[in-house]
């Protein structure tokens, strides 16, 4: 059996992932008479074909009791795909390196601070949002075209994964 | 001398404008094991060119006081943007139709509910970002690409628009 016990999210521990969406020790221009900060670019939509399309929708999320075992993980093999949380609530987050289907030995989870969102690269595997606040909602960014863009990969019957984020919880 | 004040923001009333990003009176799908609504496609990100990229930004904006003499209007003739509130809170709109550079009687206002975000469609004419909260912050979705995407509109100095939300502020 193991644990697997998430880490603060960074940008640095996440970039083999993807991208974190922040503001804190990130650099800035100013825009619009100098009335904003624009914290440009902290994530780009990734697609795949000429026709696709980057879409924008709102995911509302059942939290999962924690600690939780962990059956499966997905990846989307032709496009990125960004969660922002909208209501400024922590979220755990599973992934694994793209590529071949992982081995449980692969996974990594970290936990947010509520501020901060994601950005999965092309064809990393991740799990499910992991919602820690029941009916939480995130903002997604991802990509619409032709083709099956989900795989799956559910983890024999005989492994145990223990996702506990006990340690890091306030609450 | 106009005076300008906005209207709740419905989905009806800004489709000539654009998208409004929200999960009210919306349909929605089950994915993930039936656990998570999937408000799907709220809005796209409109692009011009093959080499064009949809990119994720955070602006944080300083307020504005109101009622406010409105200056000026920009418009983006490559791609659509995005706004979604990052702390929930109400924001002001002041649109007017894609074209000719809009005359004072063209323009509309609207206030968002704290939940809704907003997507201008490919050269709407709008507002700079209004805030109502000092340092609020917004999630960002627009384009990247060749060629100059900003087109500003100044009013000629004896143009009087003044936008005032006194009616529709709780505060």
Known sequence: MAILKPQPLTKAAFAPFGDV?????????????????????????????????????????RSHAMPLMLKMMERHPMGSQAFIPLNANEFLIVVAPAGEPPNPDQLQAFITDGSQGINYHTGVWHHPIL?????????????????????????TADTEIILDPTDVLAY
């Open 131 to 155: 919602s820690l606040i029941d009916n939480d909602e995130f903002l997604v960014v991802d990509r619409q075209g032709e083709g099956d863009n989900c795989d799956e990969h559910f983890f």
């Open 21 to 61: 969406i922040e503001t804190a020790d990130r650099d800035y221009f100013l825009i619009n008479n100098d009335s904003t900060q624009r914290y440009h670019k902290l994530a780009s939509v990734q697609l795949s074909a000429v026709s696709d399309q980057a879409i924008i929708s709102i995911f509302r999320a």
